[in-house]
């Protein structure tokens, strides 16, 4: 089994910042891209930023310039740090990480359960 727990969503005015982490942990050989989706309501669930294992990042444009993706490769953790935030980055964000369990398995996709950001005055 493999599990993805997040924390560091919230409440914070426009202008704010916050802190997303990510860890998977369980059966892992290795953890290969991580990543952070979002999904607010009635739309659908969307890339905000990606990083391989060597550190290579990509970012949706809407967040270019204003978060800032990283990783622990020893922890297997993600993290997602969010400045300038706006209304419209309210959404519940889910982190993602593509995970071999075994050297000798193709790897599988996890998810995480979620976390809330708001972000209003």
């Known amino acids: 089994q493999v599990h993805m727990v997040e924390s560091g969503g919230g409440l914070v005015q426009p202008g704010g910042s916050l802190r997303l982490s990510c860890t998977a942990s369980?059966?892992?050989?290795?953890?290969?891209?991580m990543g952070w989706y979002r999904q607010a309501p009635e739309t659908q669930r969307e890339l905000v930023a990606a990083i391989t294992r060597g550190g290579s990042t990509n970012y949706a444009d809407s967040v270019k310039g204003r978060f800032t993706i990283s990783r622990d490769n020893a922890k297997n953790t993600v993290y997602l740090q969010m400045n300038s935030l706006k209304p419209e980055d309210t959404a519940v964000y889910y982190c993602n990480a593509d995970v071999k369990r075994k050297s000798y398995v193709r790897s599988s996709e996890y998810w995480g359960q979620g976390t809330q950001v708001t972000v209003s005055s």
């Open positions: 369980g059966s892992i050989f290795s953890v290969n891209a």
